[in-house]
């Protein structure tokens, strides 16, 4: 089983292009029309040493406040750059579905259980260095995934995608990614 560690780098306010071990994060994303400001940027490492992903948060409305960023009816963009090749397709999905399930409330998970699994298959090709995992939320649409360049689907509505997002930097997030991730 691997431990994992979660550090975090984030800047003071929501303003300019951010650079975290050798990825840089514009300050600003333009996606389906609307201009998104950097939220906050995080990175994780396992054992403490293998670096694993760093991931830049976009939201049109940044903020501090990991609710608002749940629940807001707002374009909503998370890019992860994969700096591994450890992360293995069944490493990422085991760990997508351990942690969604960890930080929703159980009668979610159990409603959305096939959403879960749906979004849990896409992640089906192990990661390298340089690959890119991107999530995009629109309201009225739902959550698409981007993966390795390839579009993989959308799940419609915006219950997952809350489910999602809290998964990312709600209370039972992983701390120091919670934290980067809201600029906090």
Request: hydrophobic residues 40%.
């Amino acid at each position: 089983m691997i431990v994992l560690v979660s550090i975090c780098f984030s800047g003071i306010g929501f303003a300019g292009d951010k650079e975290i071990l050798g990825v840089t994060f514009p300050g600003e994303k333009v996606i389906a029309g609307k201009t998104l400001k950097l939220n906050g940027v995080a990175y994780r490492k396992a054992f403490g040493i293998v670096k694993v992903f760093v991931s830049g948060l976009y939201l049109e409305k940044p903020t501090h406040d990991a609710k608002e960023a749940i629940e807001s009816e707002q374009v909503k963009y998370l890019m992860t750059h994969y700096l591994t090749n450890k992360a293995t397709a069944k490493k990422l999905r085991d760990g997508f579905i351990k942690e969604i399930e960890k930080c929703n409330p159980p009668d979610m998970v159990q409603t959305h259980q096939a959403d879960i699994e749906k979004y849990a298959s896409w992640l089906d090709k192990d990661m390298a260095p340089g690959l890119i995992s991107a999530s995009t939320y629109i309201p009225g649409k739902g959550l698409t995934l981007e993966y390795q360049g390839e579009l993989r689907g959308t799940i419609s509505g915006s219950a997952f995608a809350q489910m999602y997002y809290r998964y990312n930097f709600g209370k039972k997030a992983k701390k120091n990614i919670r934290k980067g991730l809201l600029g906090l």
